[in-house]
Structure formats: structure tokens, C-alpha cells
């Protein structure tokens, strides 16, 4: 009797297994999963160079700022007074100085009034506009953070955009007795840090003085100092 149940199992078993079989190849399973295992590469279309058409470049002239369309070849005159400055600017001798550290001069210092910083500033645009247009310049009136404080010396974004390097640089102050600054200008910044302080003590700068920076190189600039004066003549 045992014997028998066992048989009949194993017949029922095996047509069960026969089942299935023909269940999955009728869902074609067995080539689903073939095609999952071994997928194909899509083929990449070929790359196809294209040849650019020439064109005929042709040189517009540079566009001159109102300050220099009067000028003959204002640019090829720049150029060459950089790497050959004018004796006029540059015929005093040059030397770099030791800067004292001592600023006692700012505890006697005046209070400069509104009329005063104004005036030099007046006279500082006045100094300006009778230098060589060649040469880039600005104007600053100095402040407490200037000569001070902090001796942090901003430059005019446009200035330095147009004229000065684009990169972290050392840029020399020469003032009218033609000794020598060097400090540190911060491109990015638009500034001078390092190095101004000594300048700012050298020539004991105050609150409402005025100067005019004039680029005579690339990297080098003449100042004239124009100093305010209060009511009392101080």
C-alpha cells in the first residue's frame, strides 16, 4: 500500500514538472532571461568632424575715450612713454627709504573742517587736469581708515579694471622727492594693504589731505600730496 502512494506521488510530481515546462515555453521565459543576462551594446553613431568655413577677419580700430580721441596714436604714445618715462616726471633720482613707525603727529593733529577737506580736494582735481592725459590718474581724499585706522587704501574699481594688473601684484609709490614705496595691491580687492601704512607715516597724511596718483608704468605710480588747511592756517 505504501508502495503505491509513493508511485502515485511521484507520477503526479513528474507531471507537474511537465506542466511547467510547457507553461514557460509558452511565456518564451527562457530566452527573456538568455537576453537579460547578455544584454547588447547599443552602437554608438560614428563621430562626424566638421570643418569650420574661414572668415575674413577683418580689424576694427580701437575705440579711444574722449579724454585721448584728440591725441595722435594715443595708445602707441602710452606704450612708449611707459617703458620710457618723460624726464619731466622721472629725472629726479630715485631711492627707497627706511619708513619710521612713529605716528605722534596724529595725536597734535588739526580737525580739519568740511571747507578745508573740500578746498584740497579742488586743488588736487586742478593738479589733475594739468598732467600729461597720457598717463592715467585719480584723485582721493584721504580718510580716517585711510591714514588712521586700518590703512586700508581703496582704488577706484574702474581704474584698476582699465589699468592696473589682474593678479596679485607689488605696485611702487614715488613721491615728488622721488623716493620709493613699495606695498602690496590686491587685485581682487581693488586695494592697497601692505605697505601704505608706511607711506600714509612717511609723509604724515591726515584726515582730509588730498592725492593724486599718477601711473607712469605699469606698476608704478607718481603722488602728489595736497595737504587741507583749516581756518587757522594749520
Not at 507520477?11 to 509558452?26: P, S, V
Request: hydrophobic share 35%; charged share 25%; net charge positive.
Amino acid at each position: 500500500m505504501a508502495k503505491k502512494r509513493t508511485v502515485s506521488y511521484e507520477e503526479a510530481r513528474q507531471r507537474n514538472i511537465e506542466e511547467n515546462k510547457k507553461k514557460i515555453e509558452a511565456l518564451n521565459l527562457q530566452h527573456l532571461s538568455f537576453a537579460i543576462q547578455k544584454p547588447h551594446a547599443p552602437k554608438t553613431p560614428p563621430l562626424i568632424k566638421h570643418r569650420r568655413p574661414k572668415v575674413d577677419v577683418t580689424v576694427t580700430p580701437t575705440r579711444r575715450s574722449p579724454r585721448l580721441s584728440s591725441l595722435p596714436e594715443a595708445s602707441h604714445q602710452r606704450k612708449i612713454q611707459f617703458e620710457q618715462v618723460s624726464d619731466e616726471v622721472m629725472d629726479i633720482p630715485r631711492r627707497t627709504i627706511q619708513v619710521s613707525s612713529d605716528r605722534s603727529y596724529l595725536i597734535n593733529r588739526p580737525n580739519i573742517s568740511c571747507e578745508a577737506r573740500e578746498c584740497a580736494l579742488r586743488k588736487a582735481e586742478e593738479i589733475e587736469s594739468q598732467l600729461d592725459p597720457i598717463f592715467p590718474c585719480f584723485v582721493r581724499s584721504m580718510l580716517h581708515s585711510h591714514v588712521t585706522k586700518g590703512f586700508w587704501f581703496g582704488i577706484p574699481k574702474h581704474f584698476c579694471t582699465s589699468y592696473l594688473p589682474k593678479n596679485d601684484c607689488t605696485v611702487t609709490l614715488v613721491d615728488e622727492n622721488g623716493d620709493e614705496f613699495d606695498m602690496k595691491y590686491f587685485a581682487d580687492r581693488t586695494a592697497f594693504s601692505g605697505g601704505w601704512q608706511g607711506f600714509a607715516v612717511a609723509h604724515k597724511l591726515i584726515d582730509g589731505d588730498a592725492c593724486v596718483f599718477q601711473l607712469i608704468k605699469p606698476t608704478t605710480m607718481k603722488v602728489y600730496i595736497i595737504r587741507a588747511i583749516d581756518n587757522g592756517g594749520n
